[in-house]
């Protein structure tokens, strides 16, 4: 067995690449919304959007972007694999008792957890960015970070109460999801065989553990969404001045929330 030697490595290669068709999955569905919801932002009459505004969204992303969505999920893939990598080396230095060691790889993986989180908020506001305006991801990135930078006030109100409402709205669906399984699976209200149902509250767990992924999964769309229309928003009120040379793109509704108006209304 000669090639046991290599086994270690394949290994990192395979688990670097799921890390990367992971994550480029992900920045997939995140460009392909990020389309939709800017399409609907730029168009000046709302009702004139295609029908198939995602179908055509997703084709021009795979025609377009596909080297932008890798070259972003490539960063966050390395940036994991050397998580995976400090982990590893983590147990292995356990066995020596080094408090020095100890604080240096602590303080190693908080640093690159705080840069993944960084990355991929950067990485997803570069993605909105590119569906906006075509641009390749350096160039994305760079306008994003310019420009929340220039709103940073609005972008950490608008960051903390999305967050805290999205995170209300998931607890209270788990929390219905989890009151109806429990009436049916740790009650005899709906079935008099649960009685004898010896752990009644297994069931009830596992599906609140189930409703709470698959909740998020759904929110992260509206997420999307209020992180899409934000940057629109943004660079809308600082190219336009409601004028009718340059007249708001948003919609009415956001007008009357922040009191702007085009003056050919």
Not at 1 to 30: C, H, K, R, T
Not at 157 to 168: G, P, Y
Not at 210 to 239: H, K, P, Q
Request: aromatic share 18%; hydrophobic share 50%.
């Amino acid at each position: 067995m000669e090639n046991d030697a290599f086994y270690p490595y394949l290994q990192a290669i395979n688990v670097f690449g799921f890390f990367w068709l992971v994550f480029f999955v992900s920045a997939l569905g995140q460009m392909v919304l990020a389309s939709v919801f800017a399409q609907w932002y730029w168009t000046f009459n709302k009702r004139a959007l295609p029908f198939f505004a995602v179908t055509a969204a997703l084709c021009r992303t795979i025609r377009y972007h596909l080297g932008t969505l890798a070259f972003g999920s490539l960063i966050i893939a390395i940036c994991r694999m050397i998580r995976v990598f400090l982990e590893y080396l983590d147990q292995k230095l356990k066995q020596y008792d080094n408090e020095l060691t100890r604080a240096i790889m602590c303080c190693l993986k908080c640093f690159f957890w705080c840069l993944e989180k960084f990355l991929k908020f950067i990485n997803k506001n570069a993605y909105i960015m590119c569906a906006v305006h075509g641009k390749n991801f350096c160039a994305s990135a760079k306008d994003a970070f310019m420009l929340l930078m220039r709103n940073i006030i609005r972008v950490f109100v608008l960051d903390k109460v999305t967050d805290f409402l999205f995170f209300l709205s998931k607890l209270l669906v788990t929390m219905g999801v989890g009151a109806v399984s429990y009436v049916f699976f740790a009650t005899d209200l709906v079935w008099a065989d649960n009685a004898s149902l010896n752990y009644g509250a297994v069931p009830v767990v596992i599906i609140m553990i189930c409703t709470y992924l698959i909740s998020s999964v759904f929110f992260s769309v509206y997420s999307m969404a209020v992180d899409t229309l934000f940057l629109c928003f943004l660079e809308d009120c600082e190219r336009n001045d409601g004028s009718s040379e340059k007249p708001y793109f948003m919609s009415k509704n956001l007008m009357k929330i922040f009191g702007k108006k085009n003056k050919a209304d």
